[in-house]
């Protein structure tokens, strides 16, 4: 049953009925518990729809610099996936970390995890140092939770030392009825979107745009040669679409020709079936020859070497993508979805004068970048498919087996689908197929 809040969140409700209705004592919230940490040891499928569930929780004290939202969506990460698997460690060693900070950050000490590193919804309370957000604002939340007092994070906010993913690293995150944010994550949801196409954006588009937009990642210039691999996943999506708004060449790899055709509607000429690549040897971009072979393809493609190579696989691309990139081109790499150990041929990076650079999510600027394009529409949702929140493990499991596109969303306090539009004008100009395209 629903609170009164939570009804009155749905059916529209103005700010002041918002502030004065009470906030719930618990909620629903998808979870992971400290106690099934080991379930997997001696599991070869560590399958996620086992470690996670919705449960009712209770809700959090709100911090000064803090504000209670209202998720009407959220979507699935693969740090939540990581999450689930209990892999590389288990989350709850980040929690006990803040616990040991004491203060405000000793509530995330919990032996349950609340994950989700994305959401969209309404604010219904902030804390008493918040000014810039009120209650009824609809917002989208930044995943960078970083701290404001660290000297490192006024250079950048990803190299505050106190810089954590939000529903990863903390708790209290995105899969649930309510989730606790800081103000330095909030930004305008773009009114054009549905609730769950807001929801699916921020993580991936920012990092996305601080790997090839940013100072801080490739500078990726016109007429550069971008090779993406995993092109319509949750990145590679949302990278393609900047290369090509950049003047950037890119060269799309997907697993499918089913995959290749939606590449083919965002724009992207140049694309690589590795199917048809591998021709039923899945460990051939893993050796020299298959490196070469990839190589012929893409220059039979677009006539040259990547200029830059859009890397978040891990350990089974991580040497070919060092051997790809033209002589003096660089790797830009976040993640390892494959595997965190990278081994690779060291003779193509320091001979060929070639630069691998790290790159982690995005700050807040960044962040309000990438959402400034989205409500102008020359980004789009690369949403796929959405699920409600009871249903949270399958959502999960279809990203940890790679049997999606695109993100996967989930509906949390958002009744059905395609509500939380408020600007349908912006809406009709942008155009449906293009807003649908991962849908199609």
Known sequence: ????????????????????????????????????????????????????????????????????????????????????????????????????????????????HIVGSDASGVIVRTGSSVRKWKVGDQVVVSPAYVDEQDPDTHRDGMLGEGQKAWGFETNFGGLAHYAVVRASQLMPKPPALTWEEAAANPLCASTAYRMLV?????????????????????????????????????????????????????????????????????????????????????????????HIVFEHVGRKTFAASVFLARRGGTVITCGSSTGYQHVYDNRYLWMRLKRVIGSHGANLHEQCEVNRLFALGQLVPALSKTYPLDDVGEAARSVQTNQHIGKVGVLCLAPRPGLGVTDPQTRARIGEQRLTAFRG
């Open 214 to 306: 940013s100072e801080r990642g490739a500078r990726m210039k016109q007429g550069d040669i971008v090779l993406v691999w995993g092109a319509t996943g949750g990145l590679g999506s949302y990278a393609v679409q900047l290369v090509l708004n950049g003047g950037g060449i890119p060269v799309g790899v997907v697993n499918s020709a089913a995959k290749a055709d939606v590449l083919r509607s965002l724009g992207c000429e140049a694309v690589i079936n590795r199917e048809e690549l591998e021709d039923g040897d899945p460990t051939m971009l893993e050796r020299p020859d298959g490196w070469k072979k990839m190589g012929r393809t893409i220059r039979a493609l677009v006539g040259e070497d990547p």
């Open 1 to 112: 049953m629903q609170s009164s809040l939570s009804e009155a969140i749905i059916s529209g409700a103005d700010a002041a009925d918002l502030d004065s209705l009470p906030v719930p004592d618990c909620f629903p919230a998808a979870i992971v518990r400290e106690a099934d940490a080991d379930m997997f040891q001696s599991t070869p499928d560590k399958d996620v729809r086992k470690s996670l569930s919705v449960e009712q929780v209770p809700m959090p004290e709100l911090a000064p610099d803090e504000a209670l939202v209202a998720v009407m969506a959220s979507a699935i990460n693969y740090n939540t996936v990581w999450t689930a698997m209990f892999e590389p460690l288990p989350t709850f060693q980040f929690l006990k970390q803040m616990g040991k900070n004491g203060g405000w950050e000793a509530r995330h000490d919990l032996p349950y």
